[in-house]
């Protein structure tokens, strides 16, 4: 798997998920410059990290989703490439219109980090086909602004099309309002694109992927990018 | 614009006393110029020059095999193995946080994170020490919101786990809140950069953001003991911008790899003074500064403003003048202000032109090594009042009272509006005895606390001293690490008071014996005294921020029980 | 020139910011708040002196940027 | 009655926000940018009829609330 990390000004998770993307693919994710107006070529996997790009002053993501790499990602997105985003990177891939929606504050109004429980909702996805049987995950957030917000047409249209890929829950996996940590409409956590090539999702599968940080619930995330890379190759 | 005439008044209005102003008069055989004046006042005001403190401060250990860089440098630097150190130090902004919670706060952590950086280590994590009035208080609600959002605001933008801290409630802070903030970085032991310049005629450069006239005077305020006032002076509070601090890092990280560096220091309180004098002063040079070049943000801004301006996110460099290409293209890829302001003179002179005049011409070696200090008097703290007996209780009320209690209950609202995790090596979060970070790449970990328990500082300062150290040695042991290393932070009132003043030297003296018996030297630290509100003295409050290693996370000690686990308690 | 532009939600979109202070407002005393709905104004100096064009640029601006039309509408205003 | 308040930067505060916006409008293509600043604008909905007393009842609200004017300056606007 070839795998890129795109780096902005303000982004802070870029070397995380590099790691990450890295110890399952077996070989370095390459980090790309906002400046760029290309991507290396013969990628497989495009992910856009977490952090606070331009400082998500105006709006978070607003300012990186126009600048010169992202009509190179948005045009590797339309060619069918895959495109992850987490947390920033989430709102990075809404505010370019890779993803239906909006993240706004959350309900608390709150900075919130800490574990979270997620549903994974479909195995129909490259990103968590390698999920299995654990259907409910132990991962972090860490975010201002985390509240998805879809209306009701929206919000039907990604049920009825299984473009959920996660939910938050509590640890018996049940979508409680107590289980959801930003206001998310139907607790989404994590949505896919039509063609289920691109996922945003706010919390951050990359920091727990590694036994001696607590947790290896997101690694499966991982695996599953290069299961689907492989398969197609 | 006219400037006002220098006298004795106008020293007044500095915080200069009048003989200190007398003192600068002898030195000049002249009166100096209003922006020297500016320049003395930032010299020579406590915070600046340790004038009340610096007698006891060198008393305390601060050496030790471990110990590769003490006091006097932004940071402390200590030898972790392997050809790594780990840089650290903790700082107040308490006044400032006072009057504007959200910035003060903020802006509070930005200082301590460029301090570690312009060392040239990559923040890993970093903590913080509160002290509020009571809960009741009307003020305190929106204080705490304020400080610990504005902390996280920084912090989690920066990108740096923010892993641990304190937060407490007393009275006694009611009109003086304490935000200490502790940050600590990782860099290559052979790499570690400093502040005293060297070679003539070398460059000075100005990096980061412009100038504004952000905090003109704040050096001052934030020595000068509060009054009723206080809150209609409102003097213009700086605004902090971590998405520009968190460039300047990495473009900092880049300039020192480029090899471009002879030396480099923060612009913290009063900005391009201080950064400018101790430059010259530690290299035993002049410098000579050209203000026209400075980056402003702001229309005609004079000399004065400019020497004293404390907007944050910038840095002063002595560059090697062949490398300027590289550098200037690594400010220009982060989008930063990039430029030449001065250079290094043969001669001990602070030189400072603006507009074709000489603003300021000044001994430089003068401004900090004739700066005043005191032997302030001081009387031993009397022995505290026994206490009221202790009620009886049902022992699972009071058990319940106490976990319930402000001071000791769950601090997860305060850490979980902080990233801890970021750089997703936090192996212990926040919520233990001691935070632990694994260091990047390895299987070794530092350990990091904050403590001190102010009403045992106020009931005997040796003792209270002596048991915030200690306390830290605990903390960093429990989880398996082996304390390396303090820095401190020490909150006091107004030391011009015997009985303050005692205070501050008992608990010097309870440190110093702790640090000494512990073999853990005070590598960096800073002193906020005048901590007052109409006479009123907060508790005396030394931060002890304490770090330890993990020479392998095998040596790591959970701290979750596991059903069947035998429980003792050892010690007396 | 000078021109401001107002990013307000859309009616229907939830604003928490705006709930909070509603009820921050109601919790100091001040009775009869019925609702609060919290924006941006963006002041934007220009070097373009024709108004006409400066307020066309302007719409691009926020069109492009400044808003997200998603869940946001905008207002141009010219100041002079 | 309806009230609006702008929250802006008092001068000379720093505003990494407006900044942050100047520079992306510049590398978006839009010359001749200025400078940027950005403020809040509140919209209250009162019970209030009195044009007069709304207006000083939320000027108090501005005061105690909405604006923190130790760095903002506020304006209140009745809409009607
Ligand atoms: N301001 C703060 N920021 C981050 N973490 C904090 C803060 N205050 C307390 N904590 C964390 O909460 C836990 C409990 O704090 P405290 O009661 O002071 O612990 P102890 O008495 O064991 O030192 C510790 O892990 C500490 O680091």
């Keep these: 798997m070839k795998s890129a990390v795109i780096v902005f000004p303000g982004s802070n998770c870029d070397r995380d998920l590099a790691v990450a993307l890295g110890a399952a693919a077996g070989r370095p994710a390459s980090m790309v410059w906002h400046k760029d107006a ?11 990290p977490g952090g606070f790009s331009f400082g998500d002053y105006l709006r978070c993501g607003a300012i990186a989703a126009r600048s010169p790499i992202m009509r190179a990602v948005v045009d590797f997105a339309h060619r069918g490439g895959i495109v992850l985003g987490i947390c920033n990177g989430f709102q990075i891939l809404i505010e370019a219109g890779l993803l239906p929606g909006a993240l706004m504050r959350n309900q608390t109004l709150k900075f919130v980090c800490r574990d979270v429980h997620l549903s994974v909702e479909t195995l129909q996805s490259p990103f968590t086909s390698a999920f299995g049987n654990q259907r409910v995950i132990r991962v972090p957030v860490a975010h201002h602004d985390g509240a998805y917000i879809a209306d009701y047409a929206l919000a039907a249209r990604l049920e009825a099309e299984d473009r959920i890929a996660f939910r938050y829950v509590d640890a018996d996996g049940d979508a409680t309002e107590a289980a959801n940590p930003n206001g998310s409409v139907g607790n989404i956590a994590g949505v896919l694109s039509d063609n289920r ?16 940080l607590g947790g290896t619930d997101g690694a499966p995330m991982f695996r599953s990018l290069v299961e689907a890379v492989a398969e197609v190759a | 614009m006219t400037e006002p005439a220098v006298n004795q008044s106008l020293a007044a209005d500095h915080g200069l006393k009048p003989d200190e102003y007398q003192r600068i008069l002898n030195l000049l055989e002249r009166t100096p110029t209003f922006t020297e004046l500016g320049i003395f006042s930032a010299m020579w005001n406590e915070h600046c020059s340790y004038k009340s403190s610096k007698k006891w401060l060198r008393t305390l250990p601060t050496k030790g095999p471990q110990v590769i860089c003490g006091p006097g440098e932004n940071a402390g630097v200590i030898d972790i193995g392997d050809g790594q150190a780990v840089v650290f130090k903790m700082e107040s902004h308490n006044h400032p946080s006072y009057i504007e919670p959200h910035q003060g706060a903020a802006t509070g952590v930005g200082g301590i994170l460029r301090d ?64 200490n903030a502790f940050a600590a970085g990782l860099a290559d032991a052979d790499k570690i950069f400093y502040s005293a310049a060297s070679g003539v005629g070398m460059p000075v450069v100005y990096l980061g953001a412009k100038t504004g006239r952000d905090g003109v005077g704040g050096a001052t305020m934030a020595s000068a003991e509060f009054g009723e006032d206080a809150e209609e002076k409102r003097p213009t509070v700086q605004v902090g911008d971590p998405f520009t601090e968190k460039r300047l890092l990495e473009a900092c990280l880049e300039l020192m790899a480029s090899g471009a ?18 430059m010259g002063d530690k290299g035993n040079l002049g410098i000579e500064l050209d203000l026209d070049a400075v980056p402003c943000r702001e229309q005609a801004m004079s000399a004065y403003e400019m020497m004293l301006s404390e907007s944050q996110e910038r840095m002063l460099m002595v560059l090697k003048p062949e490398k300027e290409a590289v550098a200037r293209a690594i400010f220009d890829k982060w989008d930063l202000d990039f430029a030449i302001v001065g250079h290094t003179i043969p001669e001990d002179r602070f030189l ?20 005043p200090e005191y032997d302030r008097p001081w009387v031993e703290t009397s022995a505290a009042r026994p206490l009221a007996p202790v009620p009886e209780m049902d022992p699972a009320e009071a058990l319940a009272a106490l976990m319930g209690s402000p001071n000791l209950c769950s601090r997860a609202w305060v850490w979980q509006q902080y990233d801890h995790m970021v750089m997703a090596d936090t192996v212990v979060r926040p919520g233990s005895d001691a935070a632990v970070v694994r260091v990047h790449g390895t299987q070794k970990a530092l350990a990091f606390t904050a403590d001190v328990t102010p009403r045992y500082c106020k009931a005997n300062p040796v003792e209270g001293g002596k048991q915030a150290v200690a306390e830290a040695f605990r903390n960093l042991s429990a989880t398996g690490a082996r304390p390396l290393a303090v820095t401190d932070n020490l909150n006091f ?14 608990c010097i003296k309870g440190i110093g014996a702790a640090c000494e018996a512990l073999d853990m030297p005070v590598v960096s630290g800073n002193v906020s005294l005048y901590n007052e509100t109409n006479g009123e003295a907060i508790l005396p409050t030394p931060s002890i921020g304490a770090v330890g290693l993990l020479t392998s996370l095998d040596e790591a000690i959970p701290m979750a029980p596991c059903a069947g686990d035998a429980l003792l308690m050892i010690g007396h | ?5 107002f990013v307000t939600l859309k009616t229907g979109v939830l604003d928490p910011q705006g709930e909070a202070i509603r009820h921050a407002l109601g919790s100091l005393g001040f009775g009869g708040v019925e609702s609060v709905r919290q924006g941006k104004v963006i002041e934007i100096e220009l070097a373009e002196t024709d108004p006409a064009r400066a307020e066309a640029e302007v719409a691009r601006m926020a069109e492009k940027l400044l808003a997200n039309t998603v869940i946001e509408n905008y207002r141009v205003e010219m100041v002079g």
Excluded: W
């Design chain 1, 38 to 48: 290309a991507l290396p070529p013969g990628l497989d996997v495009v992910a856009i």
């Design chain 1, 197 to 212: 090539r691109i996922l945003g999702m706010m919390p951050h599968p990359e920091r727990l992927a590694d036994p001696q």
């Design chain 2, 116 to 179: 570690v950086f312009t060392m040239g280590a990559r923040p890993i994590a970093a903590m913080n020490a509160l002290s509020f009035g009571e809960i009741e208080h009307p003020k305190t609600r929106s204080l705490v919101a304020g400080v610990v959002e504005g902390i996280g605001s920084y912090g989690n933008c920066f990108g740096v786990p923010t892993v641990g801290g304190e937060v407490r409630f007393h009275p006694a802070y009611n009109g003086n809140c304490l935000v």
């Design chain 2, 261 to 278: 560096v002879i030396s480099i220091q923060d612009m913290g309180a009063a900005g391009l003074t201080c950064s400018a004098v101790e």
């Design chain 2, 352 to 371: 400072v032109k603006h507009d074709g005049e000489i603003k300021a011409d000044l001994p430089l070696k003068a401004l900090s090594g004739e700066a």
């Design chain 2, 493 to 506: 009132g107004n030391p011009e008071k015997p009985e303050i003043m005692g205070q501050f030297v008992g």
């Design chain 3, 1 to 5: 020139m000078k021109a401001r532009v």
